[in-house]
């Protein structure tokens, strides 16, 4: 039996008819969610149970065969893009969930997708917590793996904050099982918090306790348009007075005309400038509804000069829900545009407005023709920086000549050049620019502590490829 054959025989051991080889069954494992990054499996393994998980990497482990873990493969930075010749381990199978203890926290599968995380949490009479734009089909283990941010960080904190435990199978095929649901649980290292965020590189994360929480009794979305950057920026002390701030979001009026268009409406308000929208919840308010607790602090921004044509206010799940849309709508309104280039970086709150202000010119002199589309997290200074062609697609020379000017504009404005989506395979270069070599060099350690054989996302964090 030679070496390939003994390690596909190995394979199909470790979880028999959880195999697939064929090209055409392996197409939606091997491209990423973008579109823009490509690639080529020997097989992807799909196991039901952490036995099966663990005895997967145990074969790849001694037959020195790379394992790209992938959840819902809604990556944006080419994390869960298999290299040439590695097998891609999907937990999407992994979906058994567990009660919902009496302290709120929950143990799931790491399959199980953020939406039905949240239904489990709705039946039970409270909230995940945490919210994606791909919930639907982003799931809890690469959630997890991702540290996770989205729309709700200012109340509900990233995926972190939201996990108490984790169960992770190493390289070799060990089980990690830190599960528990203790609030206090001081002894040793805290694996959890290194596994999540490592972004597949150090363990596959089988399953996650998820901390649920009590949801609001009453919720309200604020729209604002604003003339610019420079009267958003103004008003954010004031905007982080709203009561009961969930999530406070913002977008270029030209993106909000992206997502009216993608909705096949027009928006509810003036859209040039810089749109902020805020969600509001609250169990407690007391002596009103939200919407009259939150009055004074929108008359102050209207006496700051946001007229009123320019607040549109919901209060009704449906009148939320079509508010929201205008912002949330919006990446899907540049898929449809064309594969763009996508970036997602944070900078100072200081720099925030000449950063936003700059960036076009930045982009424009390296590629007059493209075009930028912004959006992003306000209380966060997050920037989600999306540049189409003006047709087809960038020729990827022109594609990475794009990521260096943004990232070098973040970098020299004190930022970070993953405020949430990762490294990845797109940044390993910028993870040294930004954290130095000590750092790196610590991070190196730890890998090849845990993964001697670097078989685990190799290329991902670190340029071992």
């Known amino acids: 039996m030679d070496f390939d054959s003994e390690f596909d025989a190995a394979l199909d051991a470790a979880a028999p008819g959880r195999i697939l080889r064929d090209v055409d069954a392996m197409a939606r494992y091997s491209t990423d969610w973008t579109g823009r990054w490509t690639g080529s499996p020997r097989a992807v393994a799909r196991p039901r149970t952490v036995e099966q998980v663990a005895a997967i990497l145990a074969a790849c482990t001694e037959h020195r065969v790379a394992v790209v873990a992938q959840g819902g493969n809604t990556g944006l930075v080419g994390g869960a893009v298999p290299p040439s010749g590695s097998i891609v381990l999907s937990t999407e199978a992994l979906t058994a969930?567990?009660?919902?203890?009496?302290?709120?926290?929950?143990?799931?599968?790491?399959?199980?997708?953020?939406?039905?995380?949240?239904?489990?949490?709705?039946?039970?009479?409270?909230?995940?917590?945490?919210?994606?734009?791909?919930?639907?089909?982003?799931?809890?283990?690469?959630?997890?793996?991702?540290?996770?941010?989205?729309?709700?960080?200012?109340?509900?904190?990233?995926?972190?904050?939201?996990?108490?435990?984790?169960?992770?199978?190493?390289?070799?095929?060990?089980?990690?099982?830190?599960?528990?649901?203790?609030?206090?649980?001081?002894?040793?290292y805290d694996l959890t918090d290194l596994v999540v965020g490592s972004e597949g590189t150090l363990a596959v994360i089988t399953d996650v306790t998820w901390k649920l929480v009590a949801p609001h009794s009453d919720r309200?979305?604020?729209?604002?348009?604003?003339?610019?950057?420079?009267?958003?920026?103004?008003?954010?002390t004031t905007l982080l007075s709203l009561p009961g701030l969930d999530a406070l979001e913002w977008a270029e009026g030209s993106a909000v005309e992206r997502a009216a268009a993608q909705l096949d409406?027009?928006?509810?308000?003036?859209?040039?400038?810089?749109?902020?929208?805020?969600?509001?919840?609250?169990?407690?308010?007391?002596?009103?509804?939200?919407?009259?607790?939150?009055?004074?602090?929108?008359?102050?921004?209207?006496?700051?000069?946001?007229?009123?044509?320019?607040?549109?206010?919901a209060a009704s799940a449906a009148d939320r829900r079509t508010l929201w849309s205008f912002r949330e709508r919006i990446t899907e309104s540049i898929s449809a545009a064309g594969i763009p280039v996508k970036l997602d970086v944070g900078v100072p709150a200081a720099e925030f407005r000449a950063f936003v202000e700059s960036l076009s010119s930045v982009v424009h002199a390296?590629?007059?023709?493209?075009?930028?589309?912004?959006?992003?997290?306000?209380?966060?200074?997050?920037?989600?920086?999306?540049?189409?062609p003006a047709e087809g697609t960038f020729p990827e020379p022109v594609a990475e000549a794009l990521e260096d000017a943004v990232l070098e504009h973040v970098l020299?404005?004190?930022?970070?050049?993953?405020?949430?989506h990762g490294i990845g395979r797109v940044k390993t270069r910028w993870l040294n620019r930004q954290r130095g070599d000590v750092q790196v060099r610590a991070m190196d350690a730890l890998k090849s502590a845990w993964d001697p054989n670097r078989i685990l996302n190799p290329g991902v964090l670190f340029d071992d490829r």
């Open 366 to 388: 390296v590629e007059p023709s493209a075009i930028p589309v912004l959006f992003g997290h306000f209380a966060e200074s997050n920037i989600h920086v999306n540049i189409l």
């Open 97 to 188: 969930t567990g009660p919902v203890r009496e302290n709120g926290s929950v143990t799931v599968g790491a399959g199980v997708t953020l939406h039905d995380l949240e239904r489990l949490a709705q039946e039970n009479g409270m909230t995940a917590g945490l919210a994606l734009a791909s919930g639907a089909s982003a799931t809890v283990g690469g959630v997890a793996a991702t540290n996770a941010g989205g729309a709700r960080v200012l109340r509900y904190g990233t995926a972190r904050d939201r996990i108490s435990g984790v169960r992770a199978v190493l390289a070799h095929g060990d089980v990690i099982d830190r599960r528990s649901a203790l609030r206090k649980d001081n002894t040793g």
């Open 220 to 236: 309200v979305v604020l729209a604002m348009s604003f003339t610019d950057a420079q009267a958003a920026t103004d008003a954010l």
């Open 412 to 420: 020299s404005a004190g930022g970070t050049v993953s405020a949430e």
């Open 265 to 313: 409406t027009t928006p509810p308000l003036p859209s040039d400038g810089f749109w902020v929208f805020a969600e509001l919840g609250d169990s407690h308010v007391g002596g009103g509804s939200l919407v009259d607790v939150a009055e004074p602090v929108i008359e102050s921004l209207s006496a700051s000069g946001l007229s009123e044509n320019r607040i549109a206010v």
